[in-house]
């Protein structure tokens, strides 16, 4: 396995995938009490209650009322791009969506979710796929991409890489993803983005215009965007972080 260029996730094989979504398949034969001892003995990505959330972003719950998603969504088909333990795929499950996929690079991530969603009598597809080299060939009437593209970049600073020429390669980089983004977003549809910037010291963000991603998503394709602004996540690193949502529609 290699690693994401922020050096957080590793990035499985192909064959490893391939592996992986074998084995999630079994998921459903699993007896009951041992899928109920792995969700509850295991640490999560995602955070459901207060006293849970200690050092990770914050309750997942905020971070979904930021995203100001339709509260029905029957008919509608969603793919959601580093899904983690499903938290979002069984939120969009819930309001009636048709279709629900889940993408991550964890297996033990995607295997919770799944017994999450067998828990719960909802339908989901998870697999176990690495972005931008998905193996889809899909429209969807939203694309979730929570907190993702800054992993493949060389610095998580993103206002350096829309800003600075000695990011040109990593900006090279975003602007292709934004459009594989586009090229999975069915006409009429949206993307939402989670895109956290972090800086070195708390000054560096005074200069940072959050519009300017803006900009990008409509290069990259889409007919309109809008920033949606921060979610109420974990004060320990508002300090030097900003988590910021954009959405963009795909005309």
């Excluded at 971070?63 to 499903?86: F, H, N, Q, Y």
């Amino acid at each position: 396995m290699s690693y994401t260029a922020s050096r957080e996730y590793r990035v499985p094989g192909r064959l490893y995938c391939l592996a992986g979504d074998l084995l999630l398949r079994t998921a459903k034969w699993i007896p009951q009490t041992v899928r109920t001892k792995f969700i509850r003995d295991r640490s999560y990505y995602q955070t459901f209650s207060e006293i849970e959330v200690g050092d990770h972003e914050g309750l997942s719950i905020r971070k979904w009322e930021a995203m100001r998603m339709p509260s029905d969504l029957t008919g509608k088909s969603v793919l959601d791009i580093g899904c983690s333990e499903g938290f979002f795929c069984r939120q969009v499950a819930k309001r009636g969506a048709r279709r629900v996929v889940g993408i991550d690079t964890g297996l033990g991530r995607l295997m919770c979710a799944s017994f999450m969603a067998l828990e719960e009598r909802i339908r989901i597809s998870y697999r176990m796929d690495v972005f931008p080299t998905l193996r889809l060939d899909d429209k969807y009437d939203y694309v979730l991409c929570l907190s993702v593209l800054h992993h493949s970049l060389s610095t998580k600073d993103v206002w350096k890489v829309l800003t600075l020429d000695e990011f040109a390669r990593d900006r090279l980089l975003l602007r292709e993803q934004l459009r594989l983004l586009r090229s999975l977003t069915a006409d009429g549809g949206k993307c939402i983005v989670e895109m956290p910037y972090e800086y070195d010291d708390p000054i560096a963000r005074q200069v940072v215009d959050f519009r300017r991603f803006n900009t990008e998503l409509t290069d990259s394709g889409f007919s309109d965007a809008e920033c949606l602004g921060s979610w109420d996540y974990n004060p320990k690193f508002k300090n030097l972080k900003d988590r910021v949502i954009y959405v963009a529609e795909a005309g």
